[in-house]
């Protein structure tokens, strides 16, 4: 009688052990294929909110470099363009609003050493081409050109860094 009792419990209890471990396995995987979900869906987040970044600067440096800028106008693309930031700060590495803002503030000191200039190196800056300057002025519009670029190439690297490609 004991006998029989053994032989329908082990294999009812060696069932039971073999459900529960196997029910375990498949909460862990569906758990661990959940966060690589979530993951990913947040790096596609991410990558986009670091593009819309890219896309306003480089619309504000278009801007720029093609009308007269005031300074309420520039101050409001600024607020507008931390609006976005704030409401995208999740995704951004720490200090993104310092670089941009330092880039920006670079491009237009640029700017506006260029419009000082004759029409003829306004109207290649506003094309984008590289205007050749008097050699007085050289050394404020290098300072000024350094500054900014350095200012774009941090947040390009960024940028590229988080959208996960190499060009932009």
């Keep these: 009688m004991l006998g029989n ?3 329908v419990i082990i294999p009812a209890v060696l069932a039971f052990v073999a459900a529960i471990l196997g029910s375990l396995l498949a909460y862990r995987q569906w758990k661990g294929q959940r966060g690589v979900e979530k993951g ?8 986009s909110a670091y593009k819309e970044l890219w896309s306003r600067l480089e619309a504000i440096h278009a801007k720029l470099r093609t009308v007269e800028v005031r300074d309420d106008e520039f101050d409001g693309a600024v607020r507008d363009l931390n609006a976005f930031i704030l409401g995208s700060e ?8 310092a670089r941009t803002r330092a880039y920006l503030e670079a491009v237009r000191r640029f700017a506006a050493i260029i419009k000082s200039e004759p029409p003829e190196l306004q109207r290649d ?3 984008t081409d590289i205007p050749l300057i008097d050699s007085t002025k050289m ?3 290098s300072e000024a050109f350094t500054r900014a670029e350095e200012s774009r190439e941090t947040l ?4 590229r860094a988080n959208i996960g490609g190499d060009s932009l």
């Design 125 to 127: 800056f506003a094309r």
């Design 90 to 97: 999740i995704y951004f590495d720490p200090g993104i609003r």
């Design 156 to 159: 390009m690297a960024e940028v």
């Design 5 to 7: 009792v053994v032989i």
């Design 139 to 141: 050394n404020e519009l």
């Design 40 to 47: 990913k869906s947040f790096d596609e987040d991410r990558a």
